[in-house]
């Protein structure tokens, strides 16, 4: 089936470790994006790519870092400098030319 | 620069009420606008878009919206609400421009139906 995939679903964090949130989709998509959701705040834009090796960041890129090494992929690495990680991740993506960005089911991230 | 506004975080309406969702937009360009819905612990499903072209959009579950450039609005309605309806809506835009990649959401309506 085509979609988006995230992996994992769950995951939990001590303080101070680095991890990384798995995006992958087989759409044939150019543009990748991660959002962070968090209650009452809405979907903020974390960072986002329009093609292989090339990405910008978005609103609240402190304390994340992506990769786009081969278009299917966009990896999104929360990183011990993220002050307050605990969230749900969502990774997005958008065909040439499209205008609907489409999601995949999320990650919950917590940090215990 | 863009910007949305959901009036309400929470709305309850009884089944087979009319369906209200009220969302206003800022755009310094010709708008896209979108309505997703989320149902708990999943991700985001487009429930339909307004691009340009006919002003009543259509989208799936019953759902339609309409652009009101005057008004800077695109309000979701629903004629009569069914229980499989409760869910948090999110409304978006994205500049019509050329290389804007940016989707600004508003910060969700949870919507509550009432049998």
């Known amino acids: 089936d085509g979609g988006i995939t995230q992996s994992p679903k769950y995951l939990f964090r001590k303080e101070g470790q680095n991890v990384t949130l798995s995006c992958e989709q087989n759409?044939?998509?150019?543009?990748m994006y991660w959002y962070r959701q968090d209650p009452g705040q809405g979907l903020r834009l974390i960072y986002y790519?329009?093609?292989?090796?090339?990405?910008q960041k978005g609103d609240i890129a402190e304390g994340y870092s992506v990769s786009r090494e081969k278009k299917e992929s966009f990896p999104l690495t929360v990183t011990s400098a993220q002050k307050n990680p605990t969230a749900f991740y969502l990774c997005?993506?958008?065909?040439?030319?499209?205008?609907?960005?489409?999601f995949g089911e999320g990650s919950w991230l917590t940090v215990v | 620069a863009q910007s949305v506004t959901q009036l309400g975080s929470h709305v309850s309406v009884s089944e087979g009420a009319l369906v209200l969702l009220r969302c206003n937009y800022s755009?310094?360009?010709?708008?896209?606008l979108f309505w997703y819905v989320q149902y708990p612990n999943q991700g985001l499903q487009l429930l339909l878009k307004?691009?340009?072209?006919?002003?009543l959009v259509k989208g799936i579950n019953g759902f339609e919206a309409e652009f009101k450039k005057s008004e800077t609005s695109f309000h979701l309605t629903k004629p009569s609400a069914h229980m499989s309806d409760a869910a948090e809506y999110f409304c978006?835009?994205?500049?019509?421009?050329?290389?804007?990649?940016?989707?600004?959401f508003g910060t969700g309506t949870r919507l509550t139906i009432i049998p």
């Open positions: 997005a993506s958008r065909g040439p030319g499209g205008n609907t960005i489409y």
């Open positions: 759409l044939n998509h150019d543009a």
């Open positions: 790519s329009q093609i292989v090796n090339d990405f």
């Open positions: 755009s310094s360009v010709p708008p896209y």
């Open positions: 307004y691009t340009s072209a006919a002003t």
């Open positions: 978006a835009v994205r500049g019509s421009n050329f290389g804007n990649e940016k989707l600004t």
